[in-house]
């Protein structure tokens, strides 16, 4: 999977009140738990990186890929990162 082939949007119709969601190429919804891993697999990212990225502890990443809720704040800064990287 290429960078460019996921990403974190506003907008797509499954995107409610500005919350980013994960997209794949095709324009799909990914549920956050695949599209976390995913995102960490595709930029190269530990779990340490993402956490800092996003202002959590590790622990708070790891929750995040077995499928917990990510804060709006949280998604906010990875989508920053995502805008900038």
Known sequence: ???DSLKLTTDHASSSYEI??????DSN???Y???IRSLRALH???VKDLAEIAAVSPRTV???EQGRPIS???IRL???YLDND
Do not use: C, T, V, Y
């Open 62 to 64: 790891e929750g995040w």
């Open 72 to 74: 709006k704040p949280a």
């Open 44 to 46: 190269g990212l530990s």
């Open 1 to 3: 999977m290429r960078k």
């Open 20 to 25: 980013p969601i994960f997209i794949d190429q």
């Open 78 to 80: 990875i989508s920053n």
């Open 29 to 31: 919804p990914i549920d």
């Open 33 to 35: 738990a695949d599209g």
